[in-house]
């Protein structure tokens, strides 16, 4: 059985182990890394690096190299690859499976204002704060590039790339992060304004949690859904027994 694996998330690294290590016997598994990152952690089993070229040549991929089983366990925010693979696996006729970590769930004491989209989260912050801890990532910094007035502090894995905001600050950093440290941030640069994907996982939650405790407003810009019809597992071990099932 080869499995090929849409990754780069923690969970696909995890999921990648799970199958390689301790899978059923027979088991290929393949994962495939966007590229985007210049150093990724590299998960177990067989690795490819960059693009398939669209939904028709996810699926001539799978296809040319015989994939038994398709999931996609990339970022909740890589809405274009998720709806690339649902079409190619139904064009292959392979088995999709999303691998999908639950959304975040406010608490007792967040101040968290929903945004729809980066552009939306754009919108809210003059009325919120003036110096924002942006953990949106590097990719979409456009969207608060024209916000002149205020002071972002931009933590991603590697440096940004214009256009964005004037004043900005860049802290180059990788998850998981510590309660401590994140209340460290949002005061050694007085923060006042937090804005986040809902990307779930305990890795970069501590920063919710530093941001209740400090009473600082939350800007949550929502996931995008998975595309309809396609299974989700919420965990690794939760797909990796889905597929022993298909395997048996």
């Known amino acids: 059985m080869h499995i090929l694996i849409l990754g780069g998330t923690g969970e696909a690294r995890r999921l990648a182990g799970l199958l390689h290590d301790d899978g059923p016997a027979g ?120 916000l002149d007035d205020l002071w972002f502090l931009m933590r991603s894995v590697d440096a940004p790339e214009p256009p964005c905001p004037a004043r900005m600050e860049v802290l180059l950093d990788r998850g998981p992060f510590t309660l401590d440290g994140e209340r460290e941030v949002l005061r050694t640069h007085r923060v006042d304004v937090l804005v986040t994907k809902d990307s779930g996982g305990a890795a970069t939650a501590p920063k919710l949690a530093a941001a209740r405790e400090a009473g600082i407003p939350v800007v949550v810009v929502r996931r995008p859904p998975v595309p309809h019809g396609v299974a989700v597992a919420a965990t690794p071990e939760e797909a990796a027994a889905r597929v022993r099932q298909l395997s048996g």
């Open 27 to 146: 088991v290929r598994v393949t994962s495939s890394l966007a590229g985007r990152v210049a150093a990724p952690r590299l998960p177990p089993g067989e690795v490819r690096i960059g693009g398939f070229g669209g939904a028709d040549g996810l699926a001539a991929w799978l296809r040319t190299h015989a994939v038994d089983v398709l999931i996609d366990a990339t970022h909740p925010f890589a809405g274009t690859i998720s709806f690339n693979a649902a079409a190619a696996a139904a064009e292959a006729h392979v088995p999709l499976l999303a691998l999908r970590r639950p959304g975040w769930v406010p608490g007792d004491g967040d101040r968290w204002h929903p945004a729809g989209s980066l552009d939306e989260a754009a919108a809210l912050l003059p009325g919120l704060g003036r110096r924002v801890f942006l953990t949106t990532g590097r990719m979409g910094l456009a969207a608060f590039a024209h």
